[in-house]
T-cell receptor, first 114, second 116 residues
Framework: NTKITQSPRYLILGRANKSLECEQHLGHNAMYWYKQSAEKPPELMFLYNLKQLIRNETVPSRFIPECPDSSKLLLHISAVDPEDSAVYFC??????????????FGEGSKLTVL | AQSVTQPDARVTVSEGASLQLRCKYS??????LFWYVQYPRQGLQLLLKYYSGDPVVQGVNGFEAEFSKSNSSFHLRKASVHWSDSAVYFCALIGGYGGSGNKLIFGTGTLLSVKP
């Protein structure tokens, strides 16, 4: 899916700070961050709609999302923990996508914490 | 509480054989139900969805699923699998609506391996 781009695709960190970036070219109002740990299903972290944070799923405070505009989503990570090693997926959709199924995922950013 | 159970962590079938991946859900009403596929190093892609109407829904690449309210199930089927179907399959439902947006709740996934 080249209409949702994530960068970087791979990230190896010690206890540094870093940001993940996502951009969608689908004209969607809602954007999401999901975390997928090894051999686990994706879990919702944050949901934005029209740049407003709608859901924060009890994520550690070292993860700070930012939505500078409706097409871009950032995830700032500080002082990472080994339990943060996972693939972080960005997704986007129209606000009410249930009937159409129009929720699209990016290819993910794989974070490895040393 | 809403939940999705996929009882089979791994399924192996021979190419050309038929396939059924099982999914059971727990929800107080009829949920929106989905099947997603995840190929290695890729994001999730929607295979099919169900909310109402004909309990058998058709999806992409020859997949179909059957909803059963009495069994609280939404099993995925394919008549003849191809090696390229090897992937992880997730069943999911929407567990939150309205002003808080649509939150997907996933099952734990089933890894499908298709033997040549």
């Amino acid at each position: 899916n080249t209409k949702i781009t994530q960068s970087p695709r791979y990230l190896i960190l010690g206890r540094a700070n870093k940001s993940l970036e996502c951009e969608q070219h689908l004209g969607h109002n809602a954007m999401y961050w999901y975390k997928q740990s090894a051999e686990k299903p994706p879990e919702l972290m944050f949901l934005y709609n029209l740049k407003q944070l709608i859901r924060n799923e009890t994520v550690p405070s070292r993860f700070i999302p930012e939505c500078p505009d409706s097409s871009k989503l950032l995830l700032h990570i500080s002082a990472v923990d080994p339990e943060d090693s996972a693939v972080y997926f960005c997704a986007s959709s129209p606000w009410d996508w249930a009937n159409t199924g129009q929720l699209y995922f990016g290819e993910g950013s794989k974070l490895t914490v040393l | 509480a809403q939940s999705v159970t996929q009882p089979d962590a791994r399924v192996t079938v021979s190419e050309g054989a038929s396939l059924q991946l099982r999914c059971k859900y727990s929800y107080s009403a009829t949920p929106y139900l989905f099947w997603y596929v995840q190929y290695p190093r890729q994001g999730l892609q929607l295979l099919l969805k169900y909310y109402s109407g004909d309990p058998v829904v058709q999806g992409v690449n020859g997949f179909e699923a059957e909803f059963s309210k009495s069994n609280s199930s939404f099993h995925l089927r394919k008549a003849s699998v191809h090696w390229s179907d090897s992937a992880v399959y997730f069943c999911a439902l929407i567990g939150g609506y309205g002003g808080s947006g649509n939150k997907l709740i996933f099952g734990t996934g089933t890894l499908l391996s298709v033997k040549p």
